[in-house]
T-cell receptor
Framework: KNEVEQSPQNLTAQEGEFITINCSYS?????LHWLQQHPGGGIVSLFM???GKKKHGRLIATINIQEKHSSLHITASHPRDSAVYIC???????????FGEGTQLTVNP | EADIYQTPRYLVIGTGKKITLECSQT?????MYWYQQDPGMELHLIHY???????EKGDLSSESTVSRIRTEHFPLTLESARPSHTSQYLC????????????FGPGTRLTVT
């Protein structure tokens, strides 16, 4: 069983829909990272959070440390949001990242 | 925007060739990392460095080697490329204290024929 699990693995939505991607982890962490990877391969940091909730534009990330769970929400989704979204955790023991397998999001016009 | 660079972005090379993938960052970060990612799969840490003259192997065994002679530079070398090395290689860096958020480079997509 992976230490970081994401669901769903694949998600197809229509433009304008509200999207939720979930991340569960089984190890002690100091922070959690949501990343976005476009087809070109480069990775962009969306959020790094250790408690509560963060918002940036149409993106919202929440984390519940007690339940070891985080969610990434996209409001009013757009085709340009199509990408792989990756959850990664920083373990208590240091700054190395453990990655989930990613969620492939496709937003159709 | 993160100032971390990788060259080349794409490389197609024949079996047996020696290659070096370059990674540089201008943020003064002590910690640097190399990840390998096969298509559709998650990232795996193959090398990391906590500072000049410090290099460690990561979670995934790799035939590549790295060096860290300067803070800003963390090249990865394959002495003899093989088709099994075909993959995407991503470099990242982070601060040594405070926020250790990792910043990623654009990646090098390597194809060995």
């Amino acid at each position: 069983k992976n230490e970081v699990e994401q669901s769903p693995q694949n998600l197809t939505a229509q433009e304008g829909e509200f999207i939720t991607i979930n991340c569960s982890y089984s190890v002690g962490i100091s922070a959690l990272h949501w990343l976005q990877q476009h087809p070109g391969g480069g990775i962009v940091s969306l959020f790094m959070l250790s408690s509560g909730k963060k918002k940036h534009g149409r993106l919202i990330a929440t984390i519940n440390i007690q339940e070891k769970h985080s969610s990434l929400h996209i409001t009013a989704s757009h085709p340009r949001d199509s990408a792989v979204y990756i959850c990664a955790v920083y373990r208590h023991s240091g700054s190395r990242l453990t990655f989930g397998e990613g969620t492939q999001l496709t937003v159709n016009p | 925007e993160a100032d971390i660079y990788q060259t080349p972005r794409y490389l197609v090379i024949g079996t047996g060739k020696k290659i070096t993938l370059e990674c540089s960052q201008t943020m003064g970060h002590d910690k640097m990392y190399w990840y390998q990612q096969d298509p559709g799969m998650e990232l795996h840490l193959i090398h990391y460095s906590y500072g000049v003259n410090s290099t460690e192997k990561g979670d995934l065994s790799s035939e590549s080697t790295v060096s860290r002679i300067r803070t800003e530079h963390f090249p990865l070398t394959l002495e003899s490329a093989r088709p099994s090395h075909t993959s995407q290689y991503l470099c990242a860096s982070s601060e040594d204290r405070g926020s250790y958020e990792q910043y990623f480079g654009p990646g090098t997509r390597l194809t060995v024929t």
